[in-house]
């Protein structure tokens, strides 16, 4: 009888030693699945916090407002509709063509045989060089918005730019952000207003070439042309008397038909900020 206690008694402890450990294996695996879940999850949430930088290169429609109430250009309106992880950097300059633009000063007033704007020095404008520096410029992770077109269809010099010469120098615009890790994105330029009866028009070139580029590099496009006039016909701009000065076209366009007061740059950012968001581009995320 005494030994058949012994017996049960050793049964029992092995029994609920086998019990403990298992519970404690239990544990040990709730543990660490819990702590690799977290060391997951921690590089995810400081990904989603890595600040980003959107530079943009363009021309007046884009640029940031001078002293005068008008113009304002859409860029200055697109920080607004970012989080606080993005910090956009207006680099465009009211009147430049791309060229122009990548060469300051360095665009002559005389053609070449091949009938573009002779180059004085290879050497780019301070702008360009100072998006391209290694320290401060575009990083991994940022995004180089490009929109020109619309003074680069002067037929004289410096600003005229010929198609083949416009996708070469918006290709190395891009090649030069991909590069660099930068996401780039081009955008056909914004229209101005003009009227056929009560049908707002397409009006800008360059369109081809942007969509072309794009193509090429696998860069997307953002047909801000179209966008536009797709605006300005719901909102019935047209027909119009050619009053800039008041109503609805006042509010939205400075006297000429092409820039925008406050009202009408920050509608054309929300275009742009729509089709970001329409393309599912990563920096969609950072939308208010």
Known sequence: MKHLRTVITTALVIALSSLGLGAASAADSVAKHCAGTSGAAAPAARAAAQPVTVWLAGDS????????????????????????????????????????????????????????????????SARWQAMLNASTGMKAGDYLFIQFGINDSSATCPRHVGPARYRQLMTTMVQAALARGAHPVLLTPVAALTCSGSTATKNR???????????????PVVDLQSLSVSLYNSLRFCPHNGDFGSGPVGAFFCNDRTHFETYGAQRIAGLVAGDVRRQNLALAAHLR
């Open 61 to 124: 429609t884009m640029a940031a407002p001078g002293s005068a109430r008008c113009p304002v250009g859409w860029g200055s309106q697109f920080d607004a509709l970012f989080d606080a992880d993005v910090t956009v950097r207006n680099q465009a300059v009211g009147g430049r063509s791309i060229q122009t633009w990548l060469y300051e000063g360095n665009v002559s007033s005389t053609k070449g045989p091949d009938g573009e704007c002779r180059l004085t020095s290879s050497a780019y």
């Open 205 to 219: 070139g360059f369109v081809n070439e942007t969509f072309a580029v794009g193509s090429a590099t696998r860069a």
